[in-house]
């Protein structure tokens, strides 16, 4: 038995076993909780003013992939999804379908679990990322579709 295994199973049974350091210890893993509820209800957000610009902006932007109109979309012709509207956006792709964007539960909308570090399925968006989208960016995705993704 190698020793790593050793002492696994010397971890696992809580007995301390010699030379078995398996530091640093860090403490438990943590789970990502996402709640549907609107990180702040007296801030309206709007797909037109908040949204929109994020996925039409050429760096860190949706739309470099996600454009019909753009050279190489590869998450049009791949996925079938178009990003440029609102309305094509809800329409969803081939995969995700009316779940990519479900009003009122960001967490059960794909467009937001798809922008998260840990996605339940797939890779992280941008997939050419990092950089990623910041926790403000995020923000605005989580509360947009958590208002009921309004066309405003």
């Not at 295994?5 to 398996?22: E, H, I, T």
């Amino acid at each position: 038995m190698s020793r790593l295994r050793a002492c696994l199973v010397a971890s696992a049974l809580a007995a301390a076993a010699p030379g078995c350091d398996l530091a640093p210890d860090v403490g438990p893993p943590t789970e990502y909780r996402c709640v549907d509820d609107d990180t702040n209800a007296a801030v309206s957000v709007s797909w037109s003013r908040d949204v929109a610009p994020i996925i039409l902006r050429n760096q860190v932007g949706c739309a470099r992939c996600h454009d019909p109109a753009r050279s190489n979309p590869v998450g049009v012709q791949i996925g079938g999804l178009d990003l440029t509207s609102r309305g094509a956006a809800l329409a969803g792709g081939a995969r995700s379908g009316a779940s990519i964007v479900v009003p009122g539960a960001p967490c059960s909308s794909a467009l937001y679990q798809k922008l998260l570090a840990g996605p339940p399925f797939g890779a992280r968006m941008p997939l050419d990322g990092p950089p990623y989208l910041s926790a403000t960016e995020l923000n605005l995705f989580h509360d947009w579709i958590a208002e009921g993704a309004q066309d405003n």
